[in-house]
């Protein structure tokens, strides 16, 4: 590379962020204007990426090291591959709609809650690209400042301090539990072969005996299970967005969520080969109960918010099965679903501000008909409600459709977590439908919706971006899934090379002819 794009990419939000502390506060057009510059340069200089960026070649690319702490093996290794690249360009690209969304949205305290945005983008793609496990720790906590202050200040009244709060406590815990872990690898690694460093890509040439990984698979998955959020640890989410502004429950779906499956891909996966094969079983499990039960929840929320929020549990689920599949279709459904998910459920969230910024409600009784005074709202929420579950000819369609045939394909998932998972596709068709069939059609029976405007330039602006890929993902999702390939097919092999499965006649795995190669482990110790 001439030039470190990802460094620009990482530091030009944080640029962006004394630039506007020397703005007057109370110019909030200009402070908006700024930070929409901002992040529209950085969703530009993000494009090169995917442009440049080498499909066949399964390793880091445009990487680049600058010594931080060698005394300690610190480093500024950043590098990105098939696995990070949607997520980058996902957050450069939500990151300028985010802006955007607020411009009529948030009336106080504007210079600060753009300043929260800006370092939230930072946080997201450090975290995204980062190499150096202490510099990606860095970034993962980084993330909880800035959100932690947009849900307590700018979030509902009523609940928003015990929402922000609960975040907090959520994510700390499985944070110092990661951190233990990360320092424990770290003087293994010293013990094994002399050398003191947080390097990710030396790690992975570690052999750590089973029985270690064990406990630092659970150590790392319970901080990404918390993230993602998987059941039971969800219970954060539904409060956390429920209570947040429209742009933060946009970027908390659409991206934070992400770090959670991230994490399990780049650290649980090549790192603890074999305990992420034994805890395929019960991960798997996890992920089918969140599926039905996030739908079930979903199906009976008043609240039109609420009900979104409860589908990130259900659509989420779907998205760890296709990761613990270990096959090519279903890890790469699993990663195109990361995507689809920070589309559809982004938009649907900025659907439900646009309404709450003219009613003042969320409440599904207090609509009815909408489509007959605003239609062009109407046509971009069905796109965006068809999207969700999984219409084809959308984005849905395609990441469903390859976790479930990976799913099936998979000689570690049990046929029948793919029966139970293939019903929340029924639910989520039943919930959503339900749900804009009581805001959208009927007679407007309340007057308060009479007169309502349908949506501004500014408003169509910001949806038709998202509703363009949600369409380009669901006709020809060639060019979002080739990239990934390379980088799928690597950890795949590491997995195939550091564990022995013994398959079952007929295509049906028994877990107890699982065996795991521990010897491996053992000349590590």
């Known amino acids: 590379m001439e030039y470190p794009i990802l460094s620009y990419l990482i530091f030009l939000p944080l640029i962006g962020v004394f630039a506007l502390f020397f703005l007057d506060h109370t110019k909030e057009k200009l402070l908006k204007g700024v930070a929409l510059l901002i992040t529209l340069i950085e969703f530009v200089l993000s494009l090169p990426l995917f442009f440049m960026f080498q499909v066949e070649n399964g390793g880091m690319q445009f990487t680049e090291y600058l010594s931080w702490v060698p005394r300690l093996g610190i480093a500024y290794r ?20 985010a802006v955007l969304a607020c ?45 932690y202050f947009i849900i307590g200040v700018w979030g509902n009244p009523a609940r928003r301090i015990y929402a922000a709060i609960k975040f907090v406590l959520f994510t700390m815990v499985g944070s110092l539990l990661m951190l233990v872990a990360i320092l424990y690898i770290y003087f293994y690694h010293a013990n094994v072969t002399g050398e003191y460093t947080f390097d990710l ?13 064990t406990w630092l698979f659970l150590a790392f998955g319970l901080a990404f299970a918390i993230k993602v959020p998987m059941f039971p640890f969800h219970t954060w989410l539904p409060d956390a967005h429920t209570e947040a502004p429209t742009v933060g429950s946009v970027l908390l779906a659409a991206v934070l969520l ?41 199906m009976v929320q008043a609240d039109v918010k609420r009900l979104v929020a409860f589908s990130s549990v259900s659509h989420l689920g779907f998205v760890m099965l296709g990761l613990f599949t270990l096959n090519l279709q279903g890890i790469q459904g699993g990663i195109i679903q990361m995507i689809n998910h920070g589309l559809s459920t982004g938009a649907l969230f900025l659907i439900v501000g646009m309404i709450y910024e ?37 984005n849905g369609f395609v990441g469903e459709f390859l976790i479930l045939l990976g799913a099936f394909r998979s000689q570690f998932t049990n046929v029948i977590f793919v029966v139970f998972a293939a019903t929340g596709v029924i639910l ?4 959503m439908l339900w749900m804009f069939q009581r805001v959208m059609f009927g007679e407007v029976t309340n007057p308060n ?68 190669v521990e010897s491996q482990g053992e000349q590590g110790a």
């Open 78 to 97: 950043v590098g990105l591959d098939g696995l990070s690249l949607w997520l980058v360009l996902l957050t450069t690209f939500l990151s300028c709609i």
């Open 103 to 147: 411009w009529e949205d948030i009336k106080q305290h504007v210079k600060e809650f753009l300043v929260c945005i800006l370092l939230m983008e930072t946080g997201m793609v450090g975290v995204f690209v980062a190499l150096d496990v202490f510099l990606f720790y860095v970034f993962w906590e980084v993330m909880l400042i800035p959100m």
């Open 201 to 213: 890509l030396k790690w992975y040439n570690l052999t750590i005996p089973h029985s270690v990984q």
């Open 258 to 298: 992400k770090m959670g499956t991230y994490g399990f891909l780049r650290y649980n996966l090549p790192l603890f080969p074999e305990a992420f094969v034994s805890f395929v079983p019960l991960i798997s499990l996890l992920a089918v109960i969140g599926i039905i039960y996030g739908a079930l929840v979903a």
């Open 358 to 394: 003219r009613r003042h409600t969320r409440m599904i009784v207090e609509f009815g008909g909408l489509s007959k005074v605003m239609p062009i709202y109407a046509t971009l929420f069905m796109i965006v409600t068809l999207s969700s579950i999984g219409l084809p000819g959308l």
């Open 428 to 431: 989520a068709a039943v919930y």
């Open 449 to 516: 919706n009479k007169n309502l405007p349908d949506l501004s330039k500014r408003e169509i602006m910001v949806l038709v971006p998202v509703v363009i890929f949600i369409i380009w993902i669901g006709v020809y999702p060639k060019p979002f899934l080739k990239p990934m390939e390379a980088t799928v097919n690597s950890m795949i092999k590491r997995v195939e090379q550091r564990v022995n499965v013994k398959t079952v006649q007929e295509g049906k795995v028994s877990f107890k002819a699982l065996k795991v």
